[in-house]
DNA sequence: TATTGTTATACTCTATAACTATA
DNA sequence: TATAGTTATAGAGTATAACAATA
């Protein structure tokens, strides 16, 4: 994504002789039309996903949490004691990927990996005590930030009929 | 994402001894509990949006063309004799990542560049006769197959609202 | 000097095969 | 043999720097 750069040069001075010239020649200029475009649910929904998922990041920097990470001790606070392909495979992300992702938790002291005693290939997650401190905090930054934030654009109501047409759609599309 | 895979075992005999032994030790077994996850709305707006992607993936199978090919056609069959700085920026494409993807439907002849007369460093993009013809039956495959198939799901005017409460976050978020 | 298209490059995500240790 | 965790690896998608041609 083109996050800055658009910075909508307002200062409307011509600029210099030649810029001023194309334009009288090429009247078809500035902002381009999005046609259909602006009615394929697939672009908007990216659209607004990296907005949310970006929006979510600058939220959470002074946690360094990502949503991916955020969404992987939310779950293992939820239920504790699954292993890692139980809680890897609910959120969709693939065990050999998951790997790297719990490494790093464990090295921050969020996540311990704990070998099951009635299954030694198993390693069983629970948060640290550390974990569990700092998904609290996430949890407020996220809804006094983060979804405050989306309902004061949306209102209350609206942004919970988002929230179930989206999950019909993950559920069922 | 673990597209398959979760194939439902509902066959519900005892499998083995040991696993059943297993099971009544341990009762916590099953699907996990989503929590909280279900109400975060970056969470399930990535899901729906891959599910979308997936399926539009598919409908387009015979075209094939990805959600972003398919959009830089509906944009330059729009907005004629733009150059790819334009085409890019606004779609939210990086112009070196624009390249190769140009370089693709320039090569199955879907699109065209085209030196500017005005300014020789840029190149004018127009669709060619074939890339004019598969976007005409990309167009129908999409409102016949993928769009219809939201419909069902939503009905026209839930598909309509969630459509711009989505445009409202990608643009005002 | 600034801009367009381009190359090279790197970093993240995602995906598959294969290894090990356990079962 | 099958499964859990892991490694290695490859492919997309995305990001930045820098170059040649042109303005």
Redesign the interface.
Known sequence: ??VS??AEKSSEKPADAAKAR?DA??P?NEA??????????????????????E??LRCMASLQLT?AQ??VL??V???P??NQT??A??L???RPNFVAMLDNLESRDLCTRIRST??RRSHILVLTDKGKAVLARA?KL?ATK??A??ND??GQS??E???G??????N??
Chains 1, 2 share one sequence.
């Open positions: 994504m083109t750069k658009t194309k020649a090429e078809q381009l039309q999005l046609g259909e475009l602006s009615e394929q649910l697939g672009y908007v929904l990216k659209r607004a996903q990296l907005k949310v998922f929006n979510f949503p955020f969404s939310l779950l606070e939820k239920n004691g699954r139980e809680i495979s609910t969709g992300i693939l009635n299954d949890k996220v983060h979804e934030r989306l654009l949306l609206n942004r009929a988002l929230l047409m989206l999950s019909k759609i993950a069922e599309f």
